[in-house]
């Protein structure tokens, strides 16, 4: 049997690299009967492999681990450069200097060849497809392969390199799209028309991902066919997650978000705050290089409190995340969910 059909609650962890996502989070939300998963990317492989162990630690139940696919070309320089000459205002203003722009893959090759030395339930990955090969590897060592993705097209390729599932996500989510390609290009799919879209041209399980933050939600893409459903702003404010204070402040509001490249370079939707607003149109699409260039501005900012220099990464729904302990909060969703469920199938059943 697969993990998807051994969940008692069809509620996955949606892995949040940069911070939140933790081992401790990602356990509660396992031994709640859920799946957790730990964020590989920006970390070192030795940093992967410490929260590997450190979430078996902490539970014996399955997690995943998500991984970035590297990949694309290098931005021109001179746009990165005219990116950064705009920036300094910000390093003026702090005193923190800018970080140093680079191109790199995050260590791809050695993340999956860590994961199949790890031998964890369930790898993602996020940004595109893994090679066959890496996919047939990780599969001889026992895991599950799942792939993020937003359109039908993206969905028949991941499909073509052997994916066990895929992780469908819509516009509404927090963070970064997980387009494949150019995400000038990216589709604007709503997660209900992507699942169904999706649902209609691979006959793959489908994990659900963006907006979802009540366990009504939850049964609604379950009853639209997905297998799973994966949340992750909901966890921002638990006490288990590597939130910001200046994060789990602004996730509590009912501030806008906004899908923007300011940050890293990458079209990702954040809350809407000054760097943002200020910086937003004239960011390059030119990642990672802008990841590297904003990371000391967006460190001074968590270490200080300052929102208006960080990445608030969160979906068109975070003003419902509850303060709540992850486990606590994955046990709610599954029983909202059946409740919802049961309460839909009700209000259908004949002579209802």
Known sequence: MSVLGELAVAVVQAPMAGGPSTPELAAAVSEAGGLGFVAAGYKSVESVRTDVETTRALTARPFGVNVFVGGGEPAEPELVEAYAARLRAEVGRVGVPLGEPRFDDDAFDEKVELLCEERVAVVSFTFGLPSRDAVDRLHEAGSEVWITVTSPAEARTAARVGADALV???????????????????????????????????????????????????????????????VGSVYLRSPEAGTSAAQRAATATAAPTKLT?????????????????????????????????????????????????????????????????????????????????????????PGA
């Open 168 to 230: 469908v996500q819509g516009v509404e989510a927090g963070g970064h799209r997980g387009v494949f390609t150019d995400d000038d290009q990216a589709a604007d799919l709503t997660l209900l028309v992507a699942l169904q879209l999706v649902r209609a041209a691979v006959d793959l399980p489908l994990v659900a991902t963006g907006g979802i933050a009540t366990g009504a939600a939850v049964g609604a893409v379950l009853v639209a066919g997905a297998a799973a459903a994966q």
């Open 261 to 349: 490249r300011a940050f890293t370079g990458r079209l990702a939707r954040g809350i809407v705050n000054r760097l943002l607003t200020e910086h937003g149109e004239a960011a390059p699409r030119a990642y990672p290089e802008v990841h590297h260039l904003t990371a000391p501005l967006r460190a001074h900012g968590r270490s200080t409190g300052d929102a208006d220099l960080i990445n608030l990464w969160a979906g068109q729904a975070h003003e419902l995340a509850p303060d709540l302990p992850a486990a606590e909060i994955t046990r709610q969703l599954g029983d909202e969910a059946r409740a919802a469920v049961a309460a839909v199938h009700a209000r259908l059943a």
